[in-house]
T-cell receptor
Framework: DTEVTQTPKHLVMGMTNKKSLKCEQH?????MYWYKQKAKKPPELMFV???????INESVPSRFSPECPNSSLLNLHLHALQPEDSALYLC?????????????FGPGTRLTVT | KQEVTQIPAALSVPEGENLVLNCSFT??????LQWFRQDPGKGLTSLLL?????REQTSGRLNASLDKSSGRSTLYIAASQPGDSATYLC?????????FGTGTSLTVIP
């Protein structure tokens, strides 16, 4: 099974809401990633978790809060977002970070902030 | 920081043509390079992974080459089909992260 799943597929939230995005993989991968992708742009790395510890935070605003409760699960908690945060949020995993392994991507969550 | 450029930005070809997508990157200290396909509004599908020690990798009608020292990779698509229409992204891996290119938007006309 080489699948990364993401829920929900679509999310519409107001600027005062709190919501969470969920990502799951059962490939035994120990690195998981969050990317943000705006329309017609390449994905931009937000966070990297390695062995359930945050290893990279690409200067992401604190209104985005990642969490890795176990090796299979990655969450992105959202609070007080801005309309410019509307984007496709992609989760990925690989066997490990800092090494020559393939990345596998989920289908993404389309987020709209109103 | 790794800079990745893909040329052309957009390409429209008739069905059956062979085509080449180009990717160049500034930092040659990479572990590997991955080619992805992305359909509109969807996630990324991995097409090929080519390790830094390899020169070529093939999967079906796709062939990727890597010239690490010159910072270049090409994706060759043989006998293109309308179903190949998508955006193609290259992503060199420096270890801690993949840096994505700007993408080539491909349209194959029946």
């Amino acid at each position: 099974d080489t699948e990364v799943t993401q829920t929900p597929k679509h999310l519409v939230m107001g600027m005062t809401n709190k919501k969470s995005l969920k990502c799951e993989q059962h490939m035994g991968h120990r690195a998981m990633y969050w990317y943000k992708q705006k329309a017609k742009k390449p994905p931009e790395l937000m966070f990297v978790y390695s062995y359930e510890k945050l290893s990279i935070n690409e200067s992401v605003p604190s209104r985005f809060s990642p969490e890795c409760p176990n090796s299979s699960l990655l969450n992105l908690h959202l609070h007080a977002l801005q309309p410019e945060d509307s984007a496709l949020y992609l989760c990925a995993s690989s066997q490990a970070s800092g090494a020559p392994y393939e990345q596998y991507f989920g289908p993404g969550t389309r987020l709209t902030v109103t | 920081k790794q800079e990745v450029t893909q040329i052309p930005a957009a390409l429209s070809v008739p069905e059956g043509e062979n085509l080449v997508l180009n990717c160049s990157f500034t930092d040659s200290a990479i572990y590997n390079l991955q080619w992805f396909r992305q359909d509109p509004g969807k996630g990324l599908t991995s097409l090929l992974l080519i390790q830094s020690s390899q020169r070529e990798q093939t999967s079906g009608r796709l062939n990727a080459s890597l010239d690490k020292s010159s910072g270049r990779s090409t994706l060759y698509i043989a006998a293109s089909q309308p179903g190949d229409s998508a955006t193609y992204l290259c992503a060199p891996n420096t270890g801690n992260q993949f840096y994505f290119g700007t993408g080539t938007s491909l349209t194959v006309i029946p």
